[in-house]
């Protein structure tokens, strides 16, 4: 596996595992945030009523359960003392009647609901909450008689003494919380229910209670991966550079050896007597060992050249031109340098703009332009040279026929030592420094460079400057 890939898989496995790590810390924090929740209100509610029965002595039920037992006197009175035989069908219709009326009955006169309210308000707690009234278990009472109306099956289980089962913890929040159990035995009942009240938005306010954790879960989390991601990029990208030097050094190694082996075969050629005696053949041999040893000290200029660009800024000693004729002249230049290897378009519509510029810095950076086109052709070249200007900037655009640049390629062409990787049909090695130069030339007079490439349809390199 490789080193990178290594560095992703690892980064990866890690963030995924502290996000577990956070989603388990959060789900804990949550169902502790709902248990607090439910015995905050539980515990004012028991407040509540208490300070209710010292004022008022009621729990807030009183008129209910006196209607109710009235009620409960009538039920006797008209439908069971009255001699008449109660059938299975009328004696359930009865027993239906009566539980629905009791549970109207405590629903509409209870007066407990509304004092939770404003007690919970008083508090600076939410008040904005819904009751309900379970009934477990309802009988109705006369002289030693009684009828058992209902009995919930979990109020059986209880006095059967049987556990009750509860289900598996989970994380799912009950809105219902169970504020009391009342008893009530009057003359003509007996009653057990439930007073629960429900916070149907109580979800959104234990997330509320957990704000500052989720913010401070997704800020951890977000650092790590900003953290992994800037390791990750700058990792890939000292191996980039790694790269990039490593195929420099090679390029330079070959680009040194081909004038030193052409010296070294030079030498040992003037050693032979046969030579040494033939005029014209020392001559040839002294023109050799002279061109290779210039090509030589231009490459060993150059790399002076790259680690004084490194240091300093450009010194650029401007003057002030007729960019149309310059390009003209640098155009004709090539042409002939080059013994007239591509065919040349020129347009130029620049209305006689002068401009401040290094002849020499803006002139290498056209020669490296075109000679790039010419290198980078697999057929015979042909380039267009087109200018044009606006208001504050003029623009150089030069376009091949080449081979083209790779989208991915091209986000890399101007770095210094870069050379595009796919295929080698250059016609001579380079240092994959022109380009380089090209973006420090155009950027040190104000200006940029920007590249637009298909592969198998060329490139059209342009350069932008102020004037």
């Known amino acids: 596996m490789k080193k990178k890939d290594y560095v992703l898989i690892s980064g990866i496995i890690s963030i995924i595992v502290l996000v577990m790590v956070q989603f388990f810390i959060i789900k804990d924090i949550w169902k502790e945030k709902d248990v607090m929740f439910d015995l905050k209100y539980k515990t004012l509610s028991r407040e509540a009523m208490d300070q209710l029965r010292r004022a008022s002595h009621t729990d807030g039920f009183d008129n209910a359960l006196d209607l109710i037992d009235k009620y409960a006197q009538d039920v006797w009175s008209k439908e069971i003392n009255n001699g008449k035989t109660l059938n299975d069908s009328d004696l359930a219709s009865l027993k239906k009647e009566v539980f629905e009326g009791v549970t109207k009955i405590l629903n509409e006169l209870q007066g407990l609901s509304t004092y939770l309210s404003d007690y919970f308000k008083k508090q600076g707690f939410e008040s904005d909450f819904k009751y309900k009234i379970e009934i477990n278990s309802l009988q109705l009472l006369d002289f030693g008689s009684k009828l058992d109306i209902y009995s919930s099956p979990d109020f059986v289980k209880m006095k059967q003494g049987v556990e009750k089962i509860s289900p598996p913890h989970v994380a799912k929040i009950k809105p219902r919380i169970l504020v009391n159990n009342f008893f009530r035995e009057r003359n003509y009942y007996s009653l057990n229910f439930d007073y629960y009240i429900d916070f149907s938005h109580k979800q959104a306010l234990v997330l509320r209670s957990m704000t500052v954790y989720l913010l401070l879960s997704a800020f951890s989390i977000i650092v790590v991966v900003i953290i992994f991601l800037v390791t990750y990029r700058n990792l890939m990208e000292e191996k980039r550079l790694s790269n990039l030097k490593t195929d420099f050094i090679n390029n330079m190694t070959h680009e040194l050896k081909t004038p030193l082996s052409t010296i070294t ?41 790259i680690s004084m660009w490194e240091r300093t800024q450009f010194q650029l000693e401007k003057k002030t031109v007729e960019i149309e004729d310059l390009l003209k002249d640098i155009v004709e230049s090539f042409k002939t340098g080059c013994g007239n290897c591509a065919g040349i378009e020129q347009k130029y519509d620049l209305q ?54 790779e989208k991915s390629e091209q986000k890399h062409i101007f770095d210094k030592f870069y050379r595009v990787s796919q295929g080698n049909i250059h016609k001579t090695k380079g240092l994959g420094l022109g380009l380089y130069y090209v973006k420090r030339i155009a950027e040190s007079h104000g200006g940029d460079v920007t590249v637009s490439s298909k592969p198998g349809k060329g490139s059209i390199f342009t350069i932008t400057m102020p004037y």
């Open 265 to 305: 075969v030079a030498g040992k050629t003037l050693e032979i007597e046969r030579i040494r005696t033939d005029s014209d053949k020392v001559l040839e041999t002294a023109k050799l060992i002279g061109k290779q040893s210039v090509h030589l000290n231009q490459l060993i200029n150059l790399i002076l050249e």
């Open 352 to 405: 006689g703009l002068r401009a401040d510029i290094d002849l020499v810095y803006f002139t290498t950076m056209i020669n490296n332009l075109l000679t790039n086109a010419v290198k980078y052709s697999d057929k015979e070249p042909k380039i267009n040279v087109e200018a044009s200007r606006d208001r504050e900037f003029f623009s150089i655009s030069i376009t091949d026929n080449g081979v083209g640049i």
